[in-house]
């Protein structure tokens, strides 16, 4: 699957270089912290920050590592999700979602056994997800995406009920994350 113009789009709603004294992620660009910068060799001042490196570290960080490549062999609209939740409240945050998703959607374990949620796409969960999307095909992968979008609506919500400081935040991402 060609996830660049994915990857574009991310790109394009995270926008150049922000530096929000709210953000706890710190100095970005193109929706990439410092951080995770960092963490994937590039060394420069943020603000020019390459939008190549941009578009490998969003590869392989927030796609091929937490194997959101695998679920797109089985359900492209989900894997798509997963990779935008997955940039916003991090890659194990968002396949946490996903086991929470399909445990909840598993009726009582006669669908499939439920799934330890320990956040790791791995056999298991895709073992989960055939099954699922064996009963319940494209309409299946509707409602996991809407319950990954609630999921993380919730997860906005109690961010900024314990961080106060992140409601500068909480439209945008209400308005442009969910859905």
């Known amino acids: 699957m060609d996830i660049a113009p994915y990857i574009d789009a991310l790109i ?3 926008g150049g270089y922000v530096d929000h004294p709210a953000d706890r992620g710190g100095k970005t660009r193109w929706g990439i912290t410092e951080a995770v910068a960092r963490q994937n060799g590039y060394d420069g001042d943020m603000r020019h920050l390459p939008r190549a490196k941009a578009e490998a570290i969003y590869r392989q960080v927030y ?3 937490p194997r959101f490549d695998q679920v797109a062999k089985r359900a492209k ?3 798509i999700r997963l990779l935008d939740s997955g940039v916003n409240v991090g890659p194990a945050v968002a ?3 996903l086991q929470r998703a399909l445990n909840a959607l598993n009726r009582n374990g006669r669908d499939f ?3 330890q949620v320990d956040r790791q796409i791995g056999p298991v969960t895709l073992a989960a997800l055939d099954a699922f999307h064996k009963l ?3 309409q299946g992968e509707e409602v996991l995406c809407k319950a990954i ?3 993380q609506g919730v997860h906005y919500i109690h961010l900024t009920e314990a961080r106060p400081s992140q409601e500068a935040f909480a439209y945008g991402w209400i308005a442009n994350r969910i859905g």
């Open 12 to 14: 394009l709603r995270e």
């Open 63 to 65: 796609w091929t590592a």
């Open 77 to 79: 609209r989900l894997a």
């Open 95 to 97: 396949s946490g979602f």
């Open 113 to 115: 056994p439920d799934l």
């Open 136 to 138: 319940r095909g494209a």
């Open 149 to 151: 979008d609630a999921l």
